[in-house]
């Protein structure tokens, strides 16, 4: 359950090739992490996933099943953006309640991190007046809310402190030990090397390299992720 | 960084509608009333023109004009000034003839025959089909239970040859029509005197026809017919060569011109209703001295049209909804040193036309929602436009020149802009009614697809500024900020 | 249904702005204030017919641009939902829309029939320059997102809608009048009437000269124009064309939102 396949996707803005031909798998019940410089064609991968962006070709199924016109399969998936935008006049409240309205207003919600990340207060305050943190905190609720079994996190602790963080990460790893498929970019590799179970390295549209967080680490003999992967790169280079 | 943008933009944006929001208040059509006015200023306002107005028209139509103005009734009027009123018998002394069916008499020919001069004709309820009929003794035919004359759409049905003949009651329907001769449901000729009233006429060719007939009067008929081409359709009530006749009262419609005079003198035209008649509610031509007064003339395929007249009074008319690429509410051609007083235009192609015509006065007119309210061609002289008020007029005045040989003078126009700091009642800056576009339209009718559009108020906007195409003499130095007073005297 | 959900956030959203609710009463106090100086019902309509066919149309452009350049955070929340964007479009659209034609028809409508304006015929002028104002509005409210959704600067979307509508309101009509005295030889009747199917502005500004200036357009050419658009046929091609004006940017707005990316 919850297995992406992205076969030959391609999408350009202008002359820059976002994404080139790309080939990809993510595997279902575990956490991947999509990894890259800036511009590597991170988040357009993930938006080309959730529909957001319309790639020139190429084809992703969920489970078999094409992503196309129709939305529905987007009930399954919840996603927290990198920048939190949202109608500036209209509460967190009002937000909450009306996705859930617009997906008909199912009973088995999940509401703990309202509580859990402390943005009980913010909750009757137009988006305009709460900060970028409170914002994310909004965001990660919503992603949450529905129990979806793809998870997308796009920086999802960029902006938090240290306790959210915490919190947010303690949460992800729940839902990952409950067997969601959780994809997340970021560019904090402690954070990648505590949640995510493989990697997925972009570099101009094109997968550079891919592998498993326990391996990468074993094979460079590096003691973190973190040089691990700068390891893996320099290597590439040099080779 | 790229939170500031939108913001920046909904600043912008909202400086622009702002910004165009007071330019529109600016150019937005300017109610009326909004400036102070000190009471009775527009009495001195209106006042002193109009007696100005008063010497420069003819001295007959003018002292005429006072009289209908200033007197409350007006048969008083028509009394004193319009020497018309045939003689009524004091008391009846002649004898009585009984006409129709059972009676002494089936025809009315058989009366006619019998019948001296003084006495009367009693016809009673009937339809009467006697071919044309002849009246050429001074008699009294009066109609009981209204009897049908009927003409059977072959012949003229009365014809009266004697002098103060009086013909009332009937129903005459049917005359026929003809190319050679002017059939019609009562002929007076060479005779005077005569009196014909409530009578009903319908469906003739012409309704009531006065030729070399003088001092008759003609009221209280209903004239119909159901015309639908000029070439075979008559006049409702039509005099040529008359002097001193009365037409009063009556209401024609469906015919070819309503009330038809050619070499008309003294005649007086009072509360009749002339409408949807093909041609003309009104024409008269060669017809001088003469009065109208409160009459309707609506929904007439040209209006109404005066020509080669003089010392005409045309008071307290109403010219209404006549439409048509020709049609006028007033169509005045070839006339001069006359009055033209007190009466309303409303919702005409062009309400007043002046061609050719000199020395008229025009008061204390009503012209209101007209396409054009006066179109004055500059071989009209010295006709001078005084207390009248212009409102909600398409286009208010147009001419067909930069020159401009007539006076406008203490109007009230309802599009005027200006504004009276000196709170005298008149406007401070004159007033030039031509607009542009209105000449714009005079050479290229096509372009009327643009009226009202913003384009359009720009150019207006230019021209006021530098005018290069409108008569720049044409102007109202002392506009009315107010509506001339005075109620609605046509009502 | 989710359009309906998606409008009614929307018009939450809108009206807690306030720009509308202002729209709703500069057309109330101007309605209002023309009542009471102007007098007659049919006075204020003609003086109503300027603003509404100037200001209409700017308003709708360059809100409905600032509007859908401002939706975006609420659209891309949306679009990660199972919403289709055909349901997102329109309920975006409704959101504008509707707000903007119900100020616009409360606040003029209100006044006239408080001030007893509906007497006469003026009923029926009435409903023709409230059905133009909204025809008007939903026009420049599809523009408005056809030229926002086709350009990311905010600034130029705005410019480009300024200009869209000082393009409509005076330089088309410059062009025809340009023609019109380039090509007085030949009968203009015609081509200017087709002409005048081309702007939406023009389009209402004919319905309504040949309800308030009849008299006029009943000398010369003007019979014409109104024996064309007095006719069943030319009344058809008129509201025909009135309603292509809506439906066209409005499909090649849906068209465009269905491909963009965000």
Redesign the interface.
């Known amino acids: 359950m919850g297995m992406i396949r992205i076969h030959d996707l391609s999408h350009r803005y202008g002359r820059l090739q976002v994404l080139d031909a790309l080939e990809l798998e993510i595997q279902g019940g575990r956490c991947t992490a999509i990894l890259g410089p800036n511009g590597a064609g991170k988040t357009t991968l993930v938006k080309c996933i959730l529909g957001l962006v319309r790639p020139d070709s190429g084809r992703i199924t969920i489970d078999g099943e094409r992503v196309g016109d129709d939305p529905e399969y987007r009930r399954r998936i919840g996603y927290m953006p990198q920048i939190a935008r949202y109608p500036e006049n209209l509460t967190a409240r009002e937000i909450i309640q009306m996705i859930r309205d617009l997906r008909g207003n199912p009973d088995d919600t999940d509401e703990s991190l309202v509580h859990d990340l402390r943005v009980d207060g913010e909750l009757d305050k137009p988006f305009r007046t709460l900060s970028g943190g409170n914002r994310q905190k909004v965001s990660a609720v919503l992603a949450f809310l529905f129990r979806p079994g793809i998870l997308f996190l796009d920086e999802p602790t960029a902006g938090l402190d240290p306790v959210t963080s915490s919190v947010l990460k303690d949460r992800v790893k729940q839902e990952r030990d409950a067997g969601r498929t959780i994809v997340l970019t970021s560019h904090v590799m402690s954070e990648v090397e505590e949640l995510a179970d493989s990697v997925v390295y972009l570099l101009d549209g094109r997968i550079h390299f891919e592998e498993s967080v326990a391996e990468l680490i074993g094979t460079s003999g590096e003691m973190n992720l973190e040089r691990a992967i700068a390891r893996r790169i320099t290597a590439r280079v040099v080779a | 960084m790229s939170r500031d943008?939108?913001r920046?933009?909904?600043t912008?944006?909202a400086m622009?509608?702002v910004g165009?929001?007071l330019l529109?208040l600016a150019?937005?059509?300017r109610?009326?009333?909004?400036t102070i006015e000190l009471p009775g200023s527009e009495a001195t306002a209106s006042e002193a023109p109009a007696a100005e107005a008063t010497a420069s028209a003819g001295a007959a139509a003018a002292t005429r004009a006072t009289t209908v103005q200033d007197t409350a009734d007006p048969h008083q009027a028509h009394e004193g000034h319009a020497p018309v009123a045939p003689s009524r018998p004091e008391a009846f002394t002649g004898t009585e003839h009984i006409v129709g069916p059972g009676e002494r008499h089936e025809r009315i020919s058989d009366a006619l025959e019998v019948a001296d001069a003084g006495d009367r004709i009693r016809v009673r309820a009937g339809h009467y089909r006697e071919g044309p009929l002849t009246i050429d003794r001074s008699i009294e035919l009066i109609g009981e239970g209204w009897p049908v004359l009927d003409g059977e759409g072959e012949h003229s049905i009365l014809t009266v040859t004697a002098d103060h003949v009086r013909i009332q009651g009937f129903i005459l329907r049917d005359s026929g029509f003809s190319h050679i001769r002017d059939h019609a449901a009562i002929t007076v000729e060479e005779s005077h005197g005569c009196r014909i009233e409530h009578n009903r006429l319908e469906n003739n060719f012409f309704g009531i026809y006065l030729a070399r007939a003088h001092d008759c009067l003609v009221r209280h008929n209903d004239i119909r017919s159901s015309a639908t081409r000029e070439a075979t359709s008559g006049n409702g009530i039509h005099l040529w060569d008359v002097d001193r006749v009365q037409v009063e009262d009556n209401h024609i419609t469906g015919h070819r011109d309503g009330i038809y005079l050619e070499f008309a003198r003294n005649a007086v035209i009072r509360s009749n209703r002339s409408e949807a008649n093909l041609r003309y509610g009104l024409h008269f031509m060669f017809s001088d001295e003469s009065f109208y007064v409160n009459n309707v003339f609506a929904r007439n395929g040209a209006g109404v049209a005066v020509m080669y007249s003089r010392d005409v009074v045309m008071s307290r008319n109403q010219f209404l909804?006549n439409?048509?690429?020709s049609?006028y509410g007033l169509l005045v051609k070839e006339v001069q040193d006359s009055l033209i007083e007190g009466n309303l235009f409303r919702?005409?192609?062009?309400a007043i036309h002046s061609e050719g015509s000199d020395r008229l006065t025009f008061r204390l007119n009503r012209l209101e929602?007209?396409?054009?309210a006066v179109k004055i061609l500059a071989n009209s002289q010295d006709n001078y436009f005084t207390a009248n008020n212009f409102i909600?007029n398409?286009?208010d005045v147009i001419t067909n020149s930069r020159q401009n040989p007539n006076t406008f003078d203490a109007n009230y126009w309802s599009q005027y802009r200006g504004y009276d700091l000196e709170g005298d009642g008149t406007g401070d800056l004159a007033h030039r009614p031509v607009r542009l576009f209105s000449f714009?339209v005079e050479t290229?009718?096509?372009?009327?697809?643009?009226?009202?559009?913003?384009?359009?108020?720009?150019l207006e906007v230019a021209e006021r500024v530098l005018p290069i195409l409108t008569p720049e003499t044409l102007t109202d130095e002392n506009p009315l900020m107010t509506e001339v007073p005075g109620g609605e005297p046509w009502a | 249904m989710n359009t309906l959900k998606i409008a009614r956030y929307q018009l939450r959203d809108v009206m807690r702005s306030r720009w509308v609710l202002l729209y709703g009463i500069f057309f109330l106090l101007m309605t209002d204030a023309l009542f009471r100086f102007g007098g007659s019902g049919e006075r204020v309509l003609l003086s109503l017919m300027n603003v509404v066919l100037i200001a209409i149309p700017l308003v709708a452009i360059v809100l409905g641009t600032m509007y859908l350049y401002g939706s975006r955070e609420f659209t891309e929340l949306l679009l990660t939902q199972p919403v289709r964007r055909r349901s997102l479009f329109l309920g975006l659209f409704t959101g504008l829309a509707l707000p903007m034609s119900v100020a616009f028809v409360l606040g003029t409508g209100l006044p006239f029939w408080a001030h007893g304006g509906l007497a006469g015929g003026t009923g029926s002028s009435l409903l023709l320059l409230l059905g133009t104002g909204v025809g008007l509005t939903l026009i420049f409210a599809s523009l408005a997102f056809l030229i926002a959704l086709s350009t990311e600067d905010r600034i130029r979307g705005l410019g480009i809608s300024l200009g869209v509508w000082v393009f409509f309101t005076v330089v088309f009509n410059g062009l025809v009048m340009l023609a019109i005295y380039m090509l007085a030889d030949y009968p203009m009747e015609k081509p200017v009437l087709a002409l005048s199917l081309l702007n939406p502005i023009d389009l209402g500004r004919i319905l309504l000269l040949l309800s308030f200036d009849i008299s006029a357009l009943m000398g010369f050419t003007g019979a014409v124009f109104r024996r064309f658009f007095g006719s069943g046929l030319g009344q058809g091609v008129a509201i025909g064309a009135m309603a292509a004006w809506v439906v066209i940017p409005f499909a090649l707005g849906l068209r465009s939102f269905h491909r963009k990316n965000f």
């Open positions: 943008r939108p920046r933009a909904r912008v944006a622009i509608v165009i929001a529109l150019l937005a059509p109610p009326e009333g909004t909804d439409w048509g690429s049609a919702g005409n192609t062009i929602r007209n396409g054009w909600d398409t286009f714009i290229k009718p096509v372009a009327l697809i643009l009226l009202r559009s913003f384009f359009v108020d720009i």
